[in-house]
């Protein structure tokens, strides 16, 4: 990311030839270095099979590239052109009720489909071999938000033949497939691979452990997918980066796993998007958390690859950003670890879905407030994002996050409101809240430099795993596990020859012998004189060797242990029978915080978030102000501050940033 730190997303294609020169003066007098270009370009690029148009993308990377502006090009391989679906229709993808879904949108294609495959390979040789060593092209970006549109597709032949193969190769047999798949029941089995299909509709129900395994082979078809690009660009565009544009917490597959086949990661970030709901609320610590799963991921800074720059919008619009939200929500990204932020998208579009996907520019390409507002962020942060490029948060919490624990909760929830990503949240909010740095890691990775390990709803119990765990708490560790832990095999079956958390118990010093789902209803915990509500699950359990420390407040098992802690080693093992309430989670978060010895980068009312960064002898604290109120702010001493107006109070939207030296 060195070659970048501020940019946007561009469509010359979009706008008259006359416009190009004004776009790129324009983007250089703001202070932008690189443009994303040509991710939707397919048949602009070729019009015809084999008949190849890159002419006018030339022009436009001269045009720019006067002006100082590189670029990121993307394979635009979202979108197939409709001559390529005419000429083999089984392209478009196929859904779990046998549905095709047809051009006239984007991401209509089966990315295993090996007519799809061979229009890919020919049109990605021929770009990489054009623009791959273009001076102006300093990277890459493969498809765009791969997993986007994809959650239920592709149930085609071509998919149900690999999957197939898949769990032979898995498997070897269809006896051992049935053995792992527990199907005995229903009478589910299977005399030989042919017989298996994908999990489409059912007249009712349908098999667990089939599910999960589905899911895990999209995964991995969904990296070969990638990768089949990336062997076919990387060597015809030496000395370029490979990134790609993720989505947060999207689990169509491992982001975990694609970052390791690239350079660094990017981010789509949209706060204010109109997908979501009550457009009003105040998502700081959802974004912020969406910001630390993205540099866990490669556990280094990353770059924002779409950062909202107006209103979001298709057929249904998100509210205005107010005046100031803009540059807060673009400095939070910087805040938790980018190293480069592009807008999306230069100027709004005037065809298509996306007419009122708003930009930097408005429909008429007259700068507005919002332009106006994000030109002044970029002078200000421009040379502080230069000297902090690399700088990391501090190791001292973290979330433990895996893919297979969030499909296994997905599939079989238990409850209907209970979900994988939604349960972590509550811890995250707590510790946001604290101001406590958090990192996101994964179950391949090296735990030993967090004070405080959270596994949320760690359904699977994975031996190599368990004995992690122990050795992570033996050395001096505190891991807080939760509800619905341990409760099923690796293959999704429940396990019936220990008790729950299975694997586990002696760690936590617990066993859960019942649990209730909370459907009709909350309970309460009491903790510390106080009785605070408790949402969804509730696990009724007795100790053995473990410290009560909560109790369940009503309901039959009133007085039994709901939250406890035990010894464990150097270290120690908290259990959370329940998916807690914001209050309860921070009492819960302020006394790990306690025994942890975690630090908090500073005091504020609530809606101010502070977070630091820091690389060799310097460090960088971000004060950050998400509400229309002012709000007072206690920064600790020796901060030399940078931007921002000093004073106990922070004004609406407003933010600070200091500087220290060791």
């Not at 708003?358 to 200000?380: C, D, K, M, T, Y």
């Not at 909350?522 to 106080?530: D, K």
């Not at 001493?637 to 931007?643: A, N, P, R, S, Y």
Request: charged share 25%; hydrophobic share 40%.
């Amino acid at each position: 990311m060195k070659d970048f730190l501020f940019g946007a997303d561009y469509y010359p294609e979009h706008w008259p030839r006359s416009r190009w020169e004004t776009d790129a003066v324009m983007m250089r007098d703001m202070g932008l270095d690189v443009v994303r270009l040509a991710e939707f370009s397919w048949f602009k690029l070729e019009p015809e099979e084999g008949k190849f148009d890159f002419a006018w993308l030339d022009e436009a990377l001269e045009v720019l590239g006067r002006a100082g502006i590189k670029a990121i090009l993307g394979t635009p391989t979202a979108a197939p052109p409709a001559w390529i679906i005419a000429s083999d229709p089984s392209i478009e993808p196929v859904d779990s009720q046998g549905r095709v879904h047809h051009f006239g949108g984007r991401h209509h294609d089966c990315q295993s489909n090996q007519t799809y495959r061979k229009h890919i390979a020919r049109f990605v040789t021929a770009f990489a071999d054009h623009f791959g060593k273009n001076e102006h092209v300093i990277g890459w970006q493969i498809d765009n938000e791969l997993g986007n549109s994809h959650d239920d597709f592709c149930h085609c032949p071509s998919c149900q033949a690999r999957f197939r193969e898949w769990l032979k190769g898995k498997y070897g047999t269809a006896e051992a497939l049935n053995r792992a798949w527990g199907t005995e029941f229903w009478s589910q089995g299977y005399q030989d691979f042919s017989q298996v299909t994908s999990p489409m509709i059912t007249a009712t129900g349908g098999n667990p452990s089939r599910d999960l395994d589905w899911r895990r082979f999209c995964a991995d078809l969904v990296l070969e997918f990638h990768e089949f690009q990336a062997k076919i660009i990387r060597p015809r565009s030496p000395g370029r980066f490979i990134t790609h544009n993720l989505m947060g917490f999207c689990d169509k597959f491992r982001y975990d796993e694609l970052a390791k086949m690239l350079e660094f990661v990017s981010q789509d970030q949209y706060p204010g998007g109109h997908f979501r709901p009550n457009p009003s609320a105040d998502r700081s610590a959802e974004m912020a958390a969406e910001l630390d799963f993205v540099r866990g991921l490669k556990d280094q800074p990353f770059s924002v690859m779409e950062q909202q720059s107006s209103i979001t919008g298709w057929e249904i619009l998100g509210r205005a950003p107010k005046p100031g939200q803009l540059a807060l929500w673009s400095l939070q990204t910087v805040a938790h670890g980018a190293d480069a932020v592009i807008w999306f998208r230069w100027r709004s579009c005037a065809m298509g879905m996306e007419q009122y996907w708003h930009g930097l520019l408005p429909h008429s390409g007259i700068p507005g407030r919002n332009f106006e507002e994000l030109s002044a962020f970029v002078r200000q942060l421009k040379p502080l994002l230069r000297d902090m490029q690399g700088a990391m948060p501090e190791k001292q919490a973290a979330i433990l996050f895996s893919y297979d624990q969030e499909w296994a909760a997905r599939i079989q929830p238990h409850h209907p409101d209970l979900s994988y990503t939604g349960h972590l949240m509550s811890y995250y909010r707590a510790l946001h809240a604290r101001n406590i740095p958090v990192d996101f890691t994964f179950p391949d990775r090296d735990w030993s430099a967090y004070k405080l390990l959270i596994a949320p709803l760690w359904f699977l119990a994975d031996p190599g795993e368990n004995e992690k765990f122990r050795n992570y708490v033996k050395a001096g560790g505190t891991l807080v596990l939760t509800c619905r832990s341990g409760i099923k095999h690796p293959s999704n079956l429940c396990i019936t020859d220990l008790p729950l958390p299975a694997g586990l118990t002696d760690l936590a010093g617990i066993e859960v012998d019942e649990y209730d789902c909370l459907r009709d209803c909350e309970n309460t915990v009491l903790w510390e004189g106080h009785a605070y509500p408790c949402l969804k699950w509730c696990d009724i359990m007795h100790t053995v060797s473990a410290e009560v420390r909560g109790t369940w407040g009503g309901e039959f098992y009133a007085g039994t242990p709901a939250i406890t802690r035990n010894a464990y080693g150097s270290g120690a093992v908290w259990y959370v029978g329940t998916e807690m309430g914001d209050d309860l989670a921070l009492a819960v978060i302020q006394a790990l915080e306690k025994e942890c010895g975690l630090s908090s980068a500073g005091t504020a009312d609530k809606g101010v978030e502070i977070t630091v960064r820091r690389k060799e002898k310097s460090s960088w604290l971000f004060v950050l102000n998400h509400t229309d109120e002012s709000r007072s702010v206690d920064i600790p001493k020796g901060w030399h501050l940078l931007q921002g107006t000093e004073g106990p109070v922070l004004p609406p939207f407003g933010f600070r940033i200091y500087s220290k030296e060791k």
